[in-house]
């Protein structure tokens, strides 16, 4: 069973009937819903039939704030030691609220106040490395003397 915000309430552990009409007059849930358990141990509750808003698959959907008009049928062993709750209580314990931080402990927006100076990068010189395997091939080759600029005959030889 859960309200219509998806709070659970528990499950369904018993029905009760209008001997007169034959019809649903309530409905007893536990936290957990099998009937093997004696009302003893678990915490048993009462929620009239009028509460129930719809029904759907292994699913019983109750008005909001139908937690607060819950009849307390039986108290468990657990909640006489203090150690069992109803799930709508523990639920509202373990809501964490973070504490709040003072205005001048807070980060800012992280939305630079002036935009970051660039800082221009000199290109690198890239340097021709020596190659021992190709040191005859990498030299120009000589001018001939005389003759400026110098022209190439037919055969591609230079004069």
Same mark, same amino acid.
């Given at each position: 069973?859960?309200?219509?915000?998806?709070?659970?309430?528990?499950?369904?552990?018993?029905?009760?009937?209008?001997?007169?009409?034959?019809?649903?007059?309530?409905?007893?849930?536990?936290?957990?819903?099998?009937?093997?358990?004696?009302?003893?141990?678990?915490?048993?509750?009462?929620?009239?039939?009028?509460?129930?808003?719809?029904?759907?698959?292994?699913?019983?959907?109750?008005?909001?704030?139908?937690?607060?008009?819950? @009849? %307390? /049928?039986?108290? +468990?062993?657990?909640? !006489?030691?203090?150690?069992?709750?109803?799930?709508? &209580?523990?639920?509202? *314990?373990?809501?964490?609220?973070?504490?709040?931080?003072?205005?001048? @402990? %807070? /980060?800012?927006? +992280?939305?630079?106040? !002036?935009?970051?100076?660039?800082?221009?990068?000199? &290109?690198?010189?890239? *340097?021709?490395?020596?190659?021992?395997?190709?040191?005859?091939?990498?030299?120009?080759?000589?001018?001939?003397?005389?003759?400026?600029?110098?022209?190439?005959?037919?055969?591609?030889?230079?004069?």
């Amino acid at each position: 069973m859960v309200t219509e915000t998806g709070e659970p309430l528990g499950r369904v552990r018993d029905f009760q009937f209008d001997l007169a009409t034959g019809k649903v007059s309530s409905i007893i849930i536990a936290s957990l819903g099998l009937p093997q358990i004696p009302d003893q141990l678990i915490s048993t509750y009462e929620l009239s039939i009028d509460e129930v808003v719809s029904s759907g698959p292994n699913r019983l959907i109750v008005f909001e704030g139908a937690e607060e008009r819950l @009849n %307390q /049928l039986s108290v +468990g062993l657990l909640e !006489r030691l203090g150690i069992g709750r109803p799930s709508w &209580e523990r639920m509202e *314990e373990d809501l964490y609220y973070p504490p709040t931080t003072r205005p001048e @402990n %807070q /980060l800012g927006s +992280g939305i630079p106040v !002036r935009p970051p100076v660039q800082v221009r990068q000199p &290109e690198p010189v890239l *340097e021709e490395r020596w190659n021992e395997d190709d040191w005859q091939d990498s030299r120009p080759a000589p001018l001939p003397v005389g003759k400026w600029p110098p022209t190439l005959s037919r055969a591609g030889i230079r004069r």
